[in-house]
C-alpha cells in the first residue's frame, strides 16, 4: 500500500498563496492518480483536485479552477497543490489520496493522508 504525508498547512490571509505537498512512499508504483480533498468544519468532505500520475492531466472543482494548480514530482513521488488568491471559503482541512487504476481513492493499494489544515483569514 501507500503511505501519505501532506504538509504546507497555515494560516494566510484572503489573497495570499500556499503550496500543499503531499509525499507519497510505499508501493509508489501503483498510484493512478493523486487527488486532493478538503472539509470544512461541518461540511462534508468535498473533491478539490486530481492529477494522472504519469500523464500529468488536472481536473478541479469549479470553485478553485483559476487560482489552484496542481503538479507532481514523479522521481520525488510528491504531489503539490498550489493554492493562490486564497479566499476565506477555502478554509479546511485538506487531505491527499491516491488511487490505483482498479479502485477508487484510498482503497485497493491508494491510500489517504492525515491531513493539512488552511485557514484563510479576511
Known amino acids: 500500500q501507500v503511505q501519505l504525508v501532506e504538509s504546507g498547512g497555515g494560516l494566510v490571509h484572503a489573497g495570499d498563496s500556499l503550496r500543499l505537498s503531499c509525499a507519497a512512499s510505499?508501493?509508489?508504483?501503483?498510484?493512478?492518480?493523486m487527488a486532493w480533498f478538503r472539509q470544512a468544519p461541518g461540511k462534508e468532505r468535498e473533491f478539490v483536485a486530481s492529477?494522472?500520475?504519469?500523464?500529468?492531466?488536472?481536473c478541479f472543482v469549479d470553485s478553485v479552477k483559476d487560482r489552484f494548480t496542481l503538479s507532481r514530482d514523479i522521481a520525488k513521488n510528491t504531489g503539490y497543490l498550489q493554492m493562490n488568491r486564497l479566499k476565506p471559503e477555502d478554509t479546511a482541512d485538506y487531505y491527499c489520496a491516491t488511487r490505483d487504476p482498479d479502485s477508487d481513492y484510498g482503497k485497493g493499494l491508494g491510500s489517504w493522508g492525515q491531513g493539512t489544515h488552511v485557514t484563510v483569514s479576511s
Open positions: 492529477i494522472n500520475w504519469s500523464a500529468g492531466n488536472t
Open positions: 510505499g508501493r509508489t508504483s501503483s498510484i493512478f492518480a
